[in-house]
């Protein structure tokens, strides 16, 4: 059986991974798209066979609740903009997929997830690594510590951005830069690979071009405090091209390098043991995870929980920024 699926903005995302991801996967099909964008539609129509009735722009967006060709809606917008159409979604009576980062703020979290849970319909995040095999490995060793207590983790994600786009990324309402971009990485990454949740965060921003980047910041560097005395060091940055995770143990290490581009995810451990599972495509792998918690109706692998605690310490990070102060979560 084969979920009809239909996404919400056909920007780079959806046009160059997830729409041909569609293709590969065994229990989803791609049966509609929502557009701002006219010209479009005749492109993905042809070469994805979509019948004009499953065509939608985002004013009309409310009648996929009578389309029985879709029964997910894929938020695959800017940030700023998810939790005005994963909301929209979610009414339709529709099951919702939606992109990281979560949301701007985690009160639009909770608003995503409040609006899905009154609909009685299933909601994912799109954190893609979580599917992947080799970070799945690194998910079991927070449960079985082959290597002993966790005592460090490190995780850093940057590009070496010489020509930063002028697009919705940069702009501090619509997205927040790269540490909501892909900072989102580096905190699931230390919450999935200790199988904690954060005690404090201190962090704070660094700008070596303030022409360029007005308005996100251009380096973020925080560390955050976990039960049982682990500390995490985190970084994101459009100054450095760099993809690590590193966990450091009583009585040994593991890492993955990079640990968060489509392809070739791979690591090692300091007793020899490599971590190189290969799968051909992460967002097939995803998209089929997700469609089978639905057929089945079991629980997604990324609720929206998880996508919120890190936006919620996506906030502490640029409040500690701002004020100079550890923040406590509770
Ligand atoms: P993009 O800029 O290429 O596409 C965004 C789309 O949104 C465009 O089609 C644009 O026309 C449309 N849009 C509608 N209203 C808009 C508005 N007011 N302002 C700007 N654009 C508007 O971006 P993208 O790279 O496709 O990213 C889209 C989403 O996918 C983001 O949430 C991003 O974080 C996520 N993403 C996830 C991954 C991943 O690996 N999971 C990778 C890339 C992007």
């Given at each position: 059986e084969k979920l009809g699926v239909c996404l919400v903005g056909l920007g780079n995302y959806s046009t160059t991974i997830l729409a041909p991801a569609l293709?590969?996967?065994?229990?989803?099909?791609?049966t509609g798209i929502v557009t701002g964008s006219p010209e479009k539609v005749p492109v993905w129509q042809e070469r994805y066979d979509i019948p004009d009735k499953n065509v939608y722009n985002y004013q009309n967006m409310d009648g996929i609740a009578d389309n029985?060709?879709?029964?997910?809606?894929?938020?695959?917008?800017?940030?700023g903009l998810h939790?005005?159409?994963?909301i929209k979604a979610a009414n339709t009576g529709k099951h919702v997929w939606c992109e990281k980062p979560m949301a701007k703020t985690a009160s639009e979290c909770q608003s995503i997830m409040d609006a899905c849970a009154k609909n009685k319909v299933k909601l994912s995040i799109g954190y893609r690594m979580q599917h992947e095999p080799n970070t799945q490995q690194l998910i079991q060793w927070a449960k079985t510590k082959p290597f002993g207590n966790i005592e460090k983790v490190k995780a850093e994600v940057g590009f070496n951005i010489v020509n930063p786009?002028?697009?919705?990324?940069?702009?501090?309402?619509?997205?927040?830069g790269l540490l909501y971009d892909v900072g989102v990485y580096v905190i699931n990454a230390m919450r999935y690979t200790t199988g904690l949740e954060p005690i404090s965060v201190n962090g704070h921003h660094e700008n070596t071009r303030p022409e360029v980047y007005k308005e996100v910041p251009e380096?973020?560097?925080?560390?955050?405090?976990?039960p049982s005395g682990i500390?995490?060091?985190?970084?994101?940055?459009?100054?450095?091209s760099i993809n690590i995770l590193r966990i450091d143990c009583e009585k040994g290490w593991y890492e993955l390098q990079p640990f968060q581009s489509y392809r070739?995810?791979?690591?090692?451990?300091?007793?020899?043991?490599?971590?190189?599972?290969?799968?051909?495509?992460?967002?097939?792998?995803?998209?089929?995870?997700?469609?089978?918690?639905?057929?089945?109706?079991?629980?997604?692998?990324v609720p929206g929980e998880d996508g919120m605690k890190d936006i919620i310490i996506v906030e502490a990070i640029n409040e500690s920024a701002k004020t100079g102060r550890t923040v406590k979560l509770s």
């Open positions: 293709q590969l996967t065994e229990h989803c099909q791609l029985p060709d879709i029964d997910v809606i894929y938020i695959v917008l800017p940030t939790a005005e159409y994963a786009p002028n697009n919705w990324r940069m702009d501090a309402e619509l997205g927040g380096t973020s560097i925080f560390e955050i405090d976990f500390k995490a060091k985190g970084k994101t940055t459009a100054a450095q070739g995810v791979k690591g090692k451990a300091s007793n020899g043991t490599l971590l190189d599972t290969y799968i051909e495509n992460q967002q097939a792998k995803q998209m089929d995870d997700d469609a089978l918690a639905i057929l089945n109706n079991t629980n997604v692998l």
